[in-house]
Every structure is written in structure tokens, then in C-alpha cells.
């Protein structure tokens, strides 16, 4: 199985803030990475696929890049609605791993 | 709007089994793969099973392999996961997910919460 890492497990950060998470697999991935967005009570958000692509409707701070075992998700200005925690997830081979989650808090 | 909605949680003892439901809505079901995920509290996510659009191709992650089935109804917008010989350890809020062609999950439902207890 691939195990995803990713770090900083919990990161505090102000509104306007440039954040980045990072995330690591055990092996190469090509660009089969995603970033999520998970809120309390609410269904995860795709924000990321493919690495660096852009989901529809999600604003353009966020942005993702890497590829192979190493990958990055910035958030270039965080806004109030950022403070979530975060996943990636590989789908290139079964099982489907997520990272363990990066929650980012309020400073 | 495109829409996943969950059903079929509750409270069961270990042992015993469950059915969970999710309903597709405003989207060419039949066109996507399908998954669960699953979240135990206070954890992060864990994928469970998936499902191609045909039924030809289905997955399960080794915790669940052999207990749970995942099922589909094209003809009626559904995705199923039957969850049998429960265990305290499958506790958890299961959502289903649409899987895209770039191989991420771009629709969830709300989820529907498993609590496996005695």
C-alpha cells in the first residue's frame, strides 16, 4: 500500500497569510494527488486534482504542484473560510490513501 | 444542483449487519465510478470500496474486504454498501463520493453515521 505523509499535522496562521502543506508518498504517484478541504459537519471539498489542476468553482489562491512522491498545496492569502483541515489523497493505485490531515487553525 | 444524499445509519451490535444507501441526483449516474469513505471520530479519511460504472471493476480496502459488499443501481440512481459481521472499529460517518476521470472525488454526500456498539 502507499502511505501518505503529510506535514505540518496542525499549522496556525493568520487571515491573509501564505500557507503551505505538504504531502509525501511512499512512492512515485506520477500526478494522481488530491487536495480536499474538510470542515465540521460538512462534506470534504475537492479543491485539487491531477496535482495542479484546479477544481471548477474553487478560488484561484489555492493552487497545487508536484508530482512523482513529492507535492505542495498554497494557499496564497488565507481568507476566514480557509481555517479547515486538509487531505491529499492518491489515486494511482488501489488502496486509495489519504494523508492523515493537515488542521489549520485561527493564530 | 448535484446531489449525493446518504441513508441507512444507525446504531447496531457487533456482529450483526447493515445496509447503507446513497441516492444520486442531477448527474448521469450511470456514466461514473462511485465510492465510499468513511470517517471514525476524531480520525481522518479513509476510503473503503469502489465501484466502476459498470460493476465490472470493485475494490475494497483489506480492513473491510470479505464483510462489506458495494453494490450499484444504475437504473435508480443508487450506490450501496452492505456491511456485514460488523465490529466496534467501523464506527465511523461513511460518505459516498463520484469519481471523476482524473481518478479524484469530486461529489460527497453529507454521510450517514455507523455506530457499531453493544
Known amino acids: 500500500d502507499i502511505q501518505m505523509t503529510q506535514s505540518p499535522s496542525s499549522l496556525s496562521a493568520s487571515v491573509g497569510d501564505r500557507v503551505t502543506i505538504t504531502c509525501r508518498a511512499s512512492?512515485?504517484?506520477?500526478?494522481?494527488l488530491n487536495w480536499y478541504q474538510h470542515k465540521p459537519g460538512r462534506a470534504p471539498k475537492l479543491l485539487i486534482y491531477?496535482?495542479?489542476s484546479l477544481q471548477s468553482g474553487v478560488p484561484s489562491r489555492f493552487s497545487g504542484i508536484g508530482s512523482g512522491t513529492d507535492f505542495t498545496l498554497t494557499i496564497s492569502s488565507l481568507q476566514p473560510e480557509d481555517f479547515a483541515t486538509y487531505y491529499c489523497?492518491?489515486?494511482?493505485?488501489?488502496?486509495?490513501?489519504f494523508g492523515q490531515g493537515t488542521k489549520l487553525e485561527i493564530k | 444542483e448535484v446531489q449525493l444524499v446518504e441513508s441507512g445509519g444507525g446504531l447496531v451490535q457487533p456482529g450483526r449487519s447493515l445496509r447503507l444507501s446513497c441516492a444520486a441526483s442531477?448527474?448521469?449516474?450511470?456514466?461514473?465510478?462511485m465510492h465510499w469513505v468513511r470517517q471514525a471520530p476524531g480520525k481522518g479519511l479513509e476510503w473503503v470500496s469502489s465501484?466502476?460504472?459498470?460493476?465490472?471493476?470493485?475494490d475494497y480496502a483489506d480492513l473491510v474486504k470479505g464483510r462489506f459488499t458495494i453494490s450499484r443501481d444504475n437504473a435508480k440512481k443508487s450506490l450501496y454498501l452492505q456491511m456485514n459481521s460488523l465490529r466496534a472499529e467501523d464506527t465511523a460517518l461513511y460518505y459516498c463520493?463520484?469519481?471523476?476521470?482524473?481518478?479524484?472525488?469530486?461529489?460527497w454526500g453529507q454521510g450517514t453515521m455507523v455506530t457499531v456498539s453493544s
Open positions: 463520493a463520484r469519481g471523476t476521470f482524473h481518478d479524484a472525488f469530486d461529489i
Open positions: 442531477e448527474f448521469t449516474f450511470h456514466d461514473y465510478a
Open positions: 465501484i466502476s460504472w459498470s460493476s465490472d471493476d470493485i
Open positions: 512512492q512515485s504517484l506520477s500526478s494522481y
Open positions: 491531477a496535482a495542479s
Open positions: 489523497q492518491q489515486t494511482y493505485s488501489s488502496p486509495y490513501t
